[in-house]
């Protein structure tokens, strides 16, 4: 959920490499990463357990914690999208495939997340409790061999919660569902809508869902918001530096426009078919660049 920016620009295959983001300095060291901990991380690490059991292997395996504090994690080698999105995260493959992993994962904690505890992670759970939502599930924390996505990394904000919620962030990150102002999404509403479609089709998401996505991602916007500046309240340099530099008004901006173009995503999620321009069509950014 948070606006973690934690992502590399890219990845290299030195033998160490420092990758830093906006809240997080991660250090890969080989085969393994090395990331700060925090009172979560118990659950993560559970969680991150608990997908290998269930045979979900596109997270890091958790190798321990350190004497002085810092997770040891498997490195996935591979892209890791910025933004704007790289041409590999804005294809259609990526956008696709980033939907059938996130199906995978949500499958795999299911049968963890009726009995994990609602308490101890970075986010509070939220009811009701279908799935343990990964909370930041975009570009930025999905490792890419080419064009599919193969890895996802960053479970920070991992916490119990319905299906939808997780969804709804993914639309907005992988879709993208984002206004003209904001650079670092891409296409018309109509583009924007089509590529929600095609993420809802491949994830198998069902129609009375999909008739709830729009609310839900302008709600998870907001709860975004109000996140960042909870957290610049309480002393977070990062989250101050993320508020000045105006991150909270593109978020704001987007759900202002995803109400304004409602009709249009509506009639993309609905169960008709939209029209000869529908689902199989070429995906606009197939070619944006």
Partial sequence: MPDQETMPDQVITSDQETMSGGVNTVVRVGDTVRRPTGPWSPRVHE??????????????AVHGVTEDGFELLD?????????PATPAAA????????????RAYHDATAEYARSAAADGWMLPARTPVEVICHGD???????????RVIGVIDFDTAHPGPR???????????????????ADGFGT??????RARDFCDRYGLGAADRAKLIDTVIARLHALVAYMRAEAAAGSAAFAGHLADGHHLQYLGDARYLDEERAVFDRWLGPEDPGPAGPGGPDPADGRR
């Fill in 47 to 60: 969680l991150l357990r608990r997908l290998r059991e269930q045979g979900f292997t596109a997270a890091p």
């Fill in 91 to 102: 294809s259609a493959e990526a956008l696709r495939s980033a939907a059938e992993v996130l």
């Fill in 75 to 83: 490195f996935i080698p591979g892209e890791v999208s910025d933004y």
């Fill in 189 to 194: 509403a109509a583009e924007q809508a089509r």
């Fill in 164 to 182: 939808l919620w997780d969804i709804a962030y993914a639309v907005h990150r992988w879709a993208p569902l984002t206004a003209p102002a904001n």
């Fill in 137 to 147: 599930y975009a570009p930025h924390n999905c490792v890419l061999d080419g064009t």
